[in-house]
């Protein structure tokens, strides 16, 4: 060392120092050394403000190259990023501008992509470019939003004053109390409710096993209906044709039943001229006063039955119904009289296709055997009926057995609730409990009614729901269909 000179010793410092400087150099300035190897890939973006050459590329946080090169081509900037050897990039990779920070430098973003892609090779574009945000484009139009918000806080204080505000706090005050209400309401119904919840469920849980099949039999009750609505319709107007024939066949015969008539007229007007000038017996008793004050006490008599009889109403009811149970209809005819409005009979007459059975017991070969036998199809019902407001009770005959019934009217009296229960003794065919019916009757028109609901609740065997309609009049009605029905003469 001493015989080193001075000079060299400051060349070597020199030296030295120099290395140390361009080593920070190239830290610092992030510079690739000369040896510094890789693959190189291309990306174009539209704008990178505050992107430099030497900016570093990132993946997952992880540098992963450098920024090689910018280049202005046409309008874009075309980056050449210098990717480390050992970093995978996929087709499908994606790149975008991150910033480190709110005010840190701006740096590239890469999403490697997956393996189900092809590699990216040395001179490939990465094609997935993402768009960073303008933020002087955001800065302008937070502060257009800022002033937005300013102008609508203005409004709102000019429109909520003194007595808004009041009005504003008493509503806040109400819900309060509402709420507490509720409260109290629900800790003090707590059970009931949730009885109410409970037997909801189970409500849903029998429709959810009856229901499929309900669904089955109104839409098999609907089929049938509509096979066989056709041949009803064609019946009824074979049945005004044949009618219409009848009519025109028969006028001449109705107009001479009208000459017999105006000539019956005449004699009775040439009768009660002679009674008149008091000629004959009838004669006699009109002008002489014993005979008038006999008759008046017979006539007040009479008048008084006639009060009973004239306050007498009947109704005849004509309807049928299908039984999806049995796929059978059943044809019924009612006549309803009614003395009073609280107290009326029934009689009817019930065509049943299953009939009811009657058990005869025989003996063959020293061995008693029963047999059945189906014996009545025609049936009969006669039942005294008694209402109290919307509700009536029933009790008599019920398709030949002993039945009682409930009616509910609603609507005013347009439709019915109505529950039957008869043949205690489960005579009729294939049943093995009484029969119980309950179904709804509403009036459509003022003579149409239809009719639901399920028959033969008791017997799995027969119970279906049925469907009907039919024609309901009073005998006020009849008068009228019959004295407004046309009759064409020549």
């Known amino acids: 060392m001493k015989n080193i000179s001075t000079e060299l010793k400051v060349g070597i410092f020199a030296i030295i120092v120099i290395i140390l400087l361009s080593y920070m ?6 510079l690739s050394f000369m040896w510094e190897k890789g693959y190189r890939l291309y990306a174009e973006f539209d704008d990178i403000s505050g992107m430099d050459e030497r900016s570093r590329v990132k993946i997952a946080g992880v540098d992963a190259g450098i920024v090689e090169k910018i280049k202005l081509i046409e309008g874009k900037a075309k980056l050449t990023l210098l990717m480390s050897p050992d970093i995978k990039i996929y087709r499908n990779a994606k790149v975008s501008l991150k910033m480190s920070g709110l005010l840190g430098d701006r740096y590239l973003a890469i999403s490697a992509g997956t393996p189900d892609e092809p590699l990216l090779k040395s ?5 997935n470019v993402i768009h960073a945000a303008d933020i002087d484009a955001l800065a302008n139009e937070l502060t257009s939003a800022a002033t937005y918000v300013s102008e609508l806080a203005g409004n709102l204080k000019d429109v909520f004053g003194e007595e808004e505000k009041k009005a504003f706090s008493e509503s806040i005050h109400n819900l309060r109390t509402i709420t507490q209400d509720i409260k109290e309401i629900s800790g003090d119904n707590k059970v009931p409710i949730h009885n109410v919840i409970a037997q909801l469920e189970k409500f849903t849980e029998a429709l959810a096993d009856k229901g ?6 109104m839409s098999t009750a609907a089929k049938t209906l509509g096979d066989k609505g056709p041949k009803l319709i064609e019946d ?3 049945l005004a044709s044949d009618l219409k024939e009848v009519i025109g066949e028969n006028r001449h015969t109705f107009r001479e039943s009208m000459e017999n008539i105006r000539a019956v007229s005449k004699s009775a007007s040439n009768i009660a001229q002679k009674i ?4 004959g017996t009838l004669g006699k ?3 002489e006063d014993k005979f008038y004050n006999s008759l008046n006490k017979i006539s007040e008599q009479a008048g008084k039955s006639l009060d009973v009889v004239g306050g007498l109403r009947t109704f005849m009811d004509f309807h049928t119904e299908y039984n999806t149970g049995e796929a059978e209809w059943k044809g019924y005819f009612d006549l309803t009289l009614q003395p009073r409005k609280d107290k009326y009979y029934i009689l009817g007459v019930v065509t049943d296709p299953k009939g009811t059975v009657e058990s005869t017991d025989k003996i063959i070969n020293g061995i008693e055997t029963s047999e059945e036998e189906v014996k009545s199809r025609m049936e009969f019902s006669a039942q005294f009926a008694k209402r109290f407001d919307d509700y009536a009770l029933r009790i008599g005959l019920l398709e030949n057995t002993f039945g009682v019934g409930a009616d509910y009217f609603f609507n005013d009296d347009k439709g019915r ?3 039957d229960i008869w043949d205690f003794s489960a005579k009729e065919a294939e049943a093995r409990k009484s029969h119980a019916k309950i179904g709804v009757d509403y009036k459509v028109f003022k003579y149409l009614f239809v009719s639901s609901g399920i028959d033969n609740l008791l017997n799995s065997g027969r119970r279906g729901i049925y469907i009907g309609g039919g024609l309901k009049f009073e005998d006020e009605d009849f008068k009228y269909l019959f004295g407004k029905m046309p009759l064409s003469l020549p």
Request: glycine share 14%.
């Open 25 to 30: 150099t190239f830290k610092v300035g992030r």
């Open 123 to 127: 001179g490939d574009s990465i094609t």
């Open 212 to 217: 499929p099949g309900f669904v089955d039999n």
């Open 236 to 238: 009824l107007s074979r």
């Open 276 to 279: 008149e000038s008091g000629e």
């Open 285 to 287: 008793l009109v002008k």
């Open 417 to 419: 609730v109505r529950l």
